[in-house]
């Protein structure tokens, strides 16, 4: 039974890499120049603005209309609904991060171990055999 448990906790643990090996190898620069062409390479990959650290205060880039600009974004410089927008988004990230991504798994792989020591306890048939818990009639 535990040996059970331990091979799926390794499958879950590895599907991430299942997953990777799944899906073909890309190279993702034919496929970028075969359907925008080889010239406009520069123009599509082109980093217009960023909110990155590593991004200088007085680096320059040009908008699609050709006048000069910042490219660094700073939180000061973006809209009011922008600034909502960008909140939520790192509420979200962090709730998915903190809780989804790493949380979620680690308390199922618990209950997975968790569940059978109490069941050969016998903490569910006290449960259940005492009439605290109200199942269907």
Same mark, same amino acid.
């Given at each position: 039974?535990?040996l059970?448990?331990?091979? #799926? +906790?390794? =499958?879950?643990v590895?599907?991430? *890499?299942?997953v990777?090996k799944s899906?073909?190898?890309?190279? /993702?620069?034919?496929?970028i120049?075969?359907a925008?062409?080889t010239?406009?390479?520069?123009? #599509? +990959?082109k =980093?217009?603005?960023?909110t990155? *650290?590593?991004?200088g205060?007085?680096e320059?880039?040009?908008? /699609?209309n050709?006048?000069p600009?910042h490219?660094?974004?700073f939180?000061?410089d973006r809209?009011?609904?922008n600034k909502?927008?960008?909140?939520i988004y790192?509420?979200y990230r962090v709730?998915?991060v903190a809780?989804y991504?790493?949380?979620?798994?680690?308390?199922s792989?618990?209950f997975?171990?968790?569940?059978?020591y109490l069941?050969?306890?016998?903490?569910?048939?006290?449960?259940?055999d005492?009439?605290?818990?109200?199942g269907?009639p």
């Open positions: 039974m535990i059970a448990q331990f091979v #799926v +906790m390794m =499958i879950i590895k599907f991430d *890499s299942f990777a899906v073909p190898v890309l190279d /993702l620069k034919n496929f120049t075969d925008f062409g010239g406009d390479i520069d123009r #599509v +990959m =980093i217009r603005f960023t990155s *650290s590593k991004c205060r007085h320059k880039t040009t908008r /699609l050709g006048e600009a490219m660094r974004v939180f000061k809209p009011c609904y909502m927008l960008f909140v790192k509420i709730f998915y809780f991504f790493y949380y979620a798994y680690t308390v792989l618990i997975l171990f968790l569940f059978p069941a050969r306890k016998g903490v569910f048939k006290k449960i259940f005492d009439g605290s818990f109200q269907n």
